[in-house]
């Protein structure tokens, strides 16, 4: 079925929005609500009776409903302020004031398009299967449906990772289809599958979750794990996601990674940026990946001019670059990081990724006034985007603004990825633990930025200042030897861009 209304066109069949024939990208969740209030136009809903017909009666609280609500009226080029299509009713919930069309598209080519899925694709597909819950228990499963909510909307924020919104047609058969069936039937190159029972426990509520991640073409289990959460259903919710999140997300880089990195032939815009963001992903951010992965998003550029996540990740790569000494082509890597970051955000200024990648490169090259309201923007279209909060963070570091980049950096560090990143974003935490006076918080995050990835030379630089703060003379001179053995042609300039010129030349003198 086709809901239209003014420009838009909603396919409920292909789950796809399209103005003006374009495709726009939307959350599962956020065309699930667009498609409710286009059946019902004209009528008020309540923030309970939305919960109970898009969300299932899930556990959700308001501010879910309310970014819903507002990625809604982005996603149709509406505003809380202009309100064309979603208008608030105060006091009451909210209503749809389109005229809306429905037209019955034909059944056979409906059939035949569903058989005959598009392979051709350059965006790897995941279909999110609700997790099952392992006894008939209305708060078991109703905390089953919940983390399968959360953990559907917190995945659209990788880049070009399109989920597939036909996972709940299998909720109630008491056998899901082999992967393999799936990707023959639906597309999709991977299968999130997994289970949740109560577990036993003396004076505390438990529960355990299991998770897979299938490749559904091979049939192969890529990654499994089980994790154990203790407390009320509210309370292990927050703690399960980021926790599941942390393990999930790198699995699924890498999977992306070796997919389109074994290609044979020419690869297309999107496969090429899919690489590059694999590299950084887990390879870390060193010299070697950051000249690879600006190189890969050259030829992705080049080759779709329009492809905005390309320009604002190669801004990102040169902007870091820049900002650390990581490239020889100092200067321009400064231009090149301004002009793609301009050339993104003309493309697309909407989007939190291209906002977060690009708002980090202009702060990093020396443009906070532009590049801190361009993150502040990313996190309030995505407040998932823990990119965004990590680049606000050192932003606001630069700025010496230590307390603000305290929180935003230890935000960002608990809900993204457990990859190479971390290793980054604790080395700078640890420097505005420094610039609070908190030593011993500074030395502890160094330490483990250090353990997070052992090719990153960082954080070791940060721990032999701290150590030398600390008059532990032998332990700083050990922590700037395991420096230089990651990166051997270390300059002082490199070292003085994380700890500062004075604290630079005095650790160089060890």
């Not at 498609?35 to 109970?52: C, G, N, T």
């Not at 329009?306 to 902007?319: I, P």
Request: glycine content about 6%; hydrophobic content about 45%.
């Amino acid at each position: 079925m086709t809901l239209r209304f003014d420009d838009f066109e909603l396919d409920t069949a292909h789950y796809e929005l399209r103005r003006h024939g374009e495709l726009r990208r939307v959350e599962p969740m956020v065309f699930d609500l667009i498609v409710h209030f286009a059946h019902h136009p004209d009528r008020v809903f309540s923030r309970d009776e939305l919960i109970e017909a898009v969300w299932a009666g899930r556990i959700v609280s308001d501010a879910t409903v309310a970014s819903c609500i507002k990625q809604a009226r982005r996603a149709l080029d509406d505003s809380g302020d202009t309100q064309v299509y979603i208008r608030t009713v105060r006091g009451r919930g909210f209503r749809f004031t389109a005229s809306v069309t429905e037209t019955d598209d034909d059944a056979s080519e409906r059939v035949a398009k569903t058989a005959s899925p598009s392979f051709g694709s350059d965006d790897p597909a995941l279909l999110i299967l609700p997790l099952r819950a392992l006894a008939d228990a209305s708060e078991l499963n109703r905390f089953a449906d919940a983390l399968t909510g959360e953990l559907s909307s917190i995945l659209t924020r990788i880049p070009l990772l399109r989920l597939s919104a036909r996972g709940g047609q299998y909720l109630d058969r008491p056998v899901t289809p082999a992967a393999r069936e799936l990707h023959e039937a639906l597309g999709v190159d991977y299968v999130l599958e997994g289970s949740v029972q109560a577990w036993p426990a003396e004076g505390a509520e438990r529960m355990r979750v299991t998770v897979h991640l299938t490749d559904a073409k091979a049939g192969f289990r890529l990654w499994a794990e089980t994790f154990t959460l203790v407390g009320p259903v509210g309370e292990a919710l927050d703690i399960g996601v980021p926790m599941i999140i942390a393990k999930l997300e790198p699995q699924l880089h890498r999977a992306i990674y070796r997919k389109v990195s074994s290609l044979d032939g020419e690869r297309s815009a999107r496969q090429l940026y899919l690489e590059a963001s694999g590299i950084l992903a887990l390879q870390g951010w060193h010299p070697e990946s950051f000249s690879a992965a600006a190189d890969l998003l050259r030829r992705s550029w080049r080759l779709e001019p329009g492809f905005a996540l390309a320009a604002a990740y190669l801004s990102l790569v040169r902007g870091l670059g820049h900002r650390f000494d990581l490239m020889s082509d100092h200067e321009q890597a400064w231009a090149e990081a301004l002009d793609a970051a301009e050339c993104a955000l003309q493309l697309d200024s909407m989007d939190s990724t291209v906002l977060g990648h690009a708002g980090c490169a202009l702060a990093d090259i020396g443009y906070p006034d532009r590049g801190v309201p361009m993150l502040r923007k990313a996190l309030e279209i995505n407040p998932a985007n823990a990119q965004a909060w990590a680049a606000l963070g050192s932003a606001y570091l630069a700025g010496n603004r230590p307390e603000e980049a305290v929180a935003h950096l230890r935000h960002g560090i608990r809900i993204s990825p457990l990859d190479s990143r971390l290793s980054i974003w604790g080395s700078v935490l640890a420097i505005a633990y420094l610039l609070l006076g908190d030593r011993g918080a500074a030395r502890e995050q160094a330490e483990l930025a250090c353990q997070r990835d052992d090719r990153c030379y960082m954080p070791r630089i940060v721990l032999a200042a701290i150590h030398r703060l600390d008059g532990r003379q032998e332990l700083a001179r050990q922590a700037l030897e395991d420096a230089y053995r990651i990166k051997p042609d270390l300059t002082l300039k490199q070292i003085a861009a994380l700890v500062g010129q004075k604290h630079g030349m005095r650790l160089v003198a060890l």
